[in-house]
C-alpha cells in the first residue's frame, strides 16, 4: 500500500518568510543609505560596516559557543537590519571602537540575553544606540556635517543639529535663532547634520511607503506618530514662528521619520492590534515632544521607542476587533 | 464590490487546471463502499442486511437522531458485508459494502434531463423530502440540511444566502455545476425559499468566476427574487459567516448560528441536490469531484456515485502524478491529506482530490514566532492566533476560552500567512477540541445540578 505524506492543513503558504521581511526593510533603507554615504561620505560607509559586522559576528558567536545551538540564525537578515539600523542611529564620525561597542551591546544585550530572534522586549538598535548616548555622551553628540567625501571619516567639520536650535527657540524664544535652521527644503532632502541615516527625510519617507505597499509594516504606527508630533508641534508652537514652519522642522529633522517608520515598526518590540499600534504610535510621538520640549536632551526619539517597547505587553491586551461584536470605538 | 470585512489572505486561486473542464461521469464500480458517517453529527444506522438486494435509492441507513442523515444506495446490487472500515486518515468507522450489479433504479425516480420547474408542495412536505433524500451541506461542513431548514422556535429567517463563492483554490467543481445546471440551480433556490418563506435569495459568487457571474445574472433576471452578488476574490468568502458578512453586512454573534441575523446559507451544490430529490425523487447518490494538480494528466470534474473507490477516479484523471507527495480530500486551505487511497470511496465529504508534488508537500522549518502580528490581520475571526496557540500548547484551557478559541473556524489563515512557518492551527485544533469538551462538561454539570 502506497502512502503519503500526512501534515495538518493548511497545505498552501503565501511564501512570506523572516528573511524576506527583513530584506525588504533593508531594501526600503537604502534609498536613505545612498543619501547619507552622498553626504558623510566615508564615515557613513565605515560606521555601517562595522556595525553591520559587529552585530552579525556577535550573534553568531553568542548563539555557537554561549548558547550551543545547533541551528544559526544570522541568515534570516534580522543581525545585518540591526546593525544597519544602528548604524543609520550614530554619528557617522564615531570611533570605530564605540560603534563595536554599541553593536555588540545591541545584539549582545538587547537581543540574545533575551533568547533571541522575537523573544526581546526593546529595540535591540536603541539599545545599543542609547547605552552609547549615556556611555560617550560628547561622541555621540558631536554631528559632522553634510559635507560628502571632502572630508575624511574622524577629522569631520562638526557643527549642531537643527533640532538643537528648536530646542532652544522653544525655551528662550530667541527667534533670531531661527535663521540657524537649514532651508525646509534642505530638511526635506537631507541637506543638514544628525545622525548617519536619519537626515533625508524624503528617501526615509519613500522608504516607509514601499514598506506599507508591500505589507511589511502597515500605517498605523508611523501615521499615528506622525500625526501626534504634528499636532502637538502645532499647539505648541513658540511665539515669533509660523505653526507650519514650526510642525515642518519638527517633522522633517532628527530620527523622527526613521523611527516613525523603521524602528518604531519593528516586528518584535511593537503591539499586535491595529488599536494597540495607534495607541503605541501616539505614545511615541508625544514621550518624544516632551522630551525635545522640556527634557534634557534635545532629540528624544529613542527614549520615547524604547520606554513604549516597555508598554508593549500591555497594549497586547487590547484586542483586535473580534467577528460578531459590535465596532469598537 | 463587497467582501467580509475581517482578515482574509488571498491565496493563488489555481483553478485553471480543472476550471471549464465538463462535467464528466465517472464509471459504476464493482464494489461500493459506503461508511455510516457521512455527515456531522450521529451516525446513520443500517435498515439493510447483508444478503439484501438493493436498488439505486433505496435506504440503506437511517439518521441517528435530528442531527444526522439518512443514506440512500448510490448502486444497486446486493449487500456484501456490513462491518468494520478504516478511512483514508486511519479513522475507524462502519460501513456498508455493495457488490454492483447493473444500474437498477427505484421507478420514482426521474432520471431524465428535463427540467421540473413546477413545485406544489407545502414547505413541511419539501424538508421530509430533503431530509428522506439525505441531503447534507455539500460545500464541506456536511451539516445535515434539513436541520437549517427548521429554525428553533422564535427565530425567522429573511434572506436565503447561496454560497457559489468556492473559496478554496484549485476547487472548481461548484462552478462547473453552476455553468452546467445554472437553471437547475434557480429552481431549487425558489424551492428553498418556499420551505424557508423568505422573499429573497442572494448568490455570492467570487470574481474569478466571470462566467458563472453572467450565466446566473442571466438565469437571475427571470427569476424573482434572486439576486446575484459578485465579490471580491479573498480567503475564506465561503465561510458560512463570512458570506453572511460580506452579502448582507450583518456578522454572526460568537457562538450563534447564520439564523441570530437572520440568514440560511446553502452551497450551490447541495441546492441542486436540492432541486434532484423535491423535483425528480432523486436522494443525494452523488457529487461532482474536481481532482486537480500541477502534475495531473487530466484534471477535470467528475460526477461520481458514492460508494465509488476514489482509485477509479483517480485512473480516469490519468492516475497517481509520478512524485506526489500528499493526495489531499478537498482544497489546500482545509482539505486533509491522505496517508493512502485504498479502500476510500467518494462519499458526500469529499469535494476534491488534489495532489502535490513532493516539493509543494514540504512543511518548512518552524522559527521563531517575530510577533509581527500578521496572523492576527489575517485572521477572519478577530482572534490572536499567535496567543491562542501558544495559551493551548501551555493548556491554559481558561485563557484560551476567554480568547475565544471555539470561534476558531479551522481556515489557515493564520498558518498560510505566517512568515516564521509557525504551525499555529497544529496548537490551536486540540486547544479547540480540549475546550469544546470542557464546555460540554460545565453544561452537563449545570444541567445535572437543575
Same mark, same amino acid.
Given at each position: ?23 525588504? &526593510?533593508?531594501?526600503? @533603507?537604502?534609498? /536613505? ?8 561620505? #566615508?564615515?557613513? +560607509? =565605515?560606521? %555601517? ?30 543581525? &545585518?537590519?540591526?546593525? @544597519?539600523?544602528? /548604524? ?8 570605530? #571602537?564605540?560603534? +563595536? =561597542?554599541? %553593536? ?226 | ?450
Amino acid at each position: 500500500m502506497k502512502q503519503f505524506i500526512v501534515a495538518p492543513a493548511p497545505h498552501a503558504h503565501s511564501g512570506d518568510s523572516v528573511r524576506r521581511n527583513m530584506l525588504l &526593510v533593508i531594501l526600503a @533603507l537604502m534609498p /536613505a543609505y545612498v543619501v547619507s554615504v552622498i553626504e558623510f561620505g #566615508w564615515g557613513a +560607509l =565605515i560606521t %555601517a560596516a562595522i556595525s553591520v559586522c559587529a552585530c552579525v559576528l556577535t550573534e553568531w558567536l553568542i548563539s555557537r559557543y554561549l548558547l550551543k545551538e545547533q541551528k544559526q540564525t544570522i541568515g534570516d537578515l534580522s543581525a &545585518v537590519l540591526t546593525g @544597519l539600523l544602528l /548604524a543609520f542611529n550614530l554619528p557617522s564620525s564615531l570611533d570605530w #571602537w564605540i560603534v +563595536l =561597542i554599541g %553593536a555588540v551591546v545591541a545584539i549582545g544585550v538587547g537581543k540574545m540575553t533575551f533568547g533571541g530572534l522575537g523573544q526581546n522586549p526593546f529595540n535591540p538598535a536603541l539599545v545599543g544606540r542609547v547605552f552609547l548616548l549615556i556611555s560617550f555622551p560628547a561622541q555621540m553628540t558631536t554631528w559632522p556635517l553634510a559635507k560628502g567625501f571632502e572630508t575624511s571619516y574622524l577629522d569631520a567639520e562638526t557643527g549642531a543639529t537643527p533640532l538643537y536650535f528648536l530646542k532652544h527657540i522653544a525655551k528662550t524664544g530667541d527667534v533670531s535663532l531661527v535663521d540657524q535652521l537649514p532651508a525646509l527644503k534642505d530638511a526635506f532632502l537631507g541637506v543638514m547634520g544628525g545622525s548617519l541615516g536619519e537626515v533625508c527625510a524624503l528617501a526615509l519617507i519613500l522608504g516607509g511607503i514601499f514598506l506599507i505597499c508591500t505589507r511589511v509594516i502597515t500605517w498605523h504606527i508611523p501615521v499615528s506618530i506622525i500625526a501626534t508630533v504634528a499636532l502637538f508641534a502645532w499647539i505648541g508652537t513658540p511665539e515669533g514662528m509660523e505653526a507650519h514652519q514650526y510642525v515642518a522642522y519638527e517633522l522633517l529633522t532628527g530620527g523622527l521619520m526613521l523611527g516613525a517608520f523603521f524602528m518604531a515598526t519593528d516586528y518584535v518590540t511593537s503591539p499586535m492590534s491595529a488599536w494597540g499600534k495607534i495607541i503605541f504610535g501616539i505614545g511615541i510621538g508625544f514621550i518624544m515632544m516632551v522630551i525635545r520640549t522640556w527634557g534634557a536632551y534635545p532629540e528624544g526619539m529613542s527614549f520615547a521607542i524604547l520606554i513604549m517597547n516597555a508598554c508593549v505587553p500591555l497594549l497586547n491586551k487590547i484586542r483586535p476587533q473580534h467577528f460578531g461584536e459590535p465596532k469598537k470605538a | 464590490m463587497k467582501t467580509f470585512h475581517i482578515g482574509g489572505v488571498h491565496p493563488q486561486d489555481n483553478k485553471q487546471f480543472s476550471a471549464h473542464q465538463p462535467i464528466t461521469e465517472c464509471p459504476l464500480p464493482k464494489q461500493a463502499i459506503i461508511p455510516l458517517v457521512q455527515h456531522i453529527g450521529a451516525p446513520a444506522q443500517a435498515v439493510v442486511k447483508e444478503g439484501d438486494k438493493v436498488k439505486v435509492g433505496e435506504l440503506l441507513a437511517q439518521a441517528g437522531g435530528f442531527v444526522s442523515a439518512n443514506i440512500c444506495s448510490p448502486v444497486s446490487g446486493k449487500i456484501a458485508k456490513i462491518g468494520e472500515w478504516t478511512d483514508a486518515w486511519g479513522a475507524p468507522g462502519q460501513a456498508i459494502f455493495i457488490d454492483v450489479e447493473g444500474d437498477e433504479w427505484l421507478p420514482e425516480i426521474d432520471r431524465t434531463p428535463d427540467l421540473a420547474r413546477q413545485c406544489t408542495l407545502e414547505p413541511k412536505a419539501i424538508i421530509d423530502k430533503i431530509s428522506a433524500a439525505g441531503i447534507v451541506g455539500l460545500g464541506g461542513a456536511c451539516f445535515p440540511t434539513h436541520v437549517k431548514l427548521l429554525p428553533p422556535p422564535g427565530k425567522k429567517a429573511e434572506v436565503l444566502i447561496v454560497n457559489g463563492v468556492e473559496c478554496e483554490p484549485y476547487l472548481t467543481c461548484d462552478h462547473q455545476l453552476m455553468l452546467e445546471h445554472g437553471e437547475e440551480i434557480m429552481i431549487g433556490i425558489q424551492i428553498l425559499k418556499k420551505a424557508l418563506g423568505v422573499e429573497r435569495a442572494i448568490i455570492g459568487i467570487e470574481n474569478n468566476k466571470k462566467d458563472a457571474i453572467e450565466h446566473m445574472q442571466k438565469l437571475a433576471n427571470s427569476n424573482l427574487g434572486i439576486e446575484v452578488l459578485p465579490l471580491k476574490l479573498k480567503y475564506p468568502q465561503g465561510g458560512e459567516k463570512q458570506l453572511i458578512d460580506a452579502c448582507i453586512g450583518r456578522q454572526v454573534p460568537s457562538g450563534a448560528l447564520p439564523i441570530e441575523v437572520g440568514a440560511v446559507v446553502d452551497n450551490v451544490a447541495t441546492i441542486f441536490a436540492i432541486y434532484e430529490a423535491v423535483q425528480k425523487n432523486k436522494p443525494l447518490v452523488s457529487r461532482v469531484i474536481t481532482v486537480t494538480g500541477k502534475h495531473v494528466a487530466k484534471p477535470g470534474n467528475y460526477l461520481v456515485r458514492f460508494g465509488t473507490p476514489i482509485d477509479e477516479v483517480i485512473a480516469l484523471a490519468g492516475g497517481v502524478p509520478a512524485g506526489t507527495g500528499k493526495i489531499i480530500g478537498g482544497g489546500p486551505m482545509m482539505g486533509r491529506a491522505m496517508d493512502h487511497t485504498e479502500n476510500m470511496p467518494a462519499n458526500k465529504r469529499l469535494s476534491g482530490l488534489l495532489f502535490l508534488s513532493e516539493e509543494e508537500s514540504i512543511r518548512p522549518e518552524e522559527e521563531n514566532c517575530i510577533r509581527c502580528g500578521k496572523c492576527v490581520q489575517a485572521c477572519p475571526m478577530g482572534l490572536e492566533p499567535y496567543l491562542l496557540s501558544r495559551m493551548a500548547e501551555l493548556e491554559m484551557w481558561e485563557d484560551c476560552e476567554k480568547h475565544d478559541i471555539m470561534d476558531c473556524i479551522d481556515c489557515g489563515c493564520c498558518v498560510f500567512t505566517c512568515p516564521a512557518h509557525r504551525r499555529l492551527l497544529d496548537g490551536i485544533r486540540p486547544g479547540k477540541a480540549k475546550v469544546g469538551a470542557i464546555l460540554r462538561e460545565r453544561a452537563a454539570a449545570a444541567k445535572a445540578a437543575k
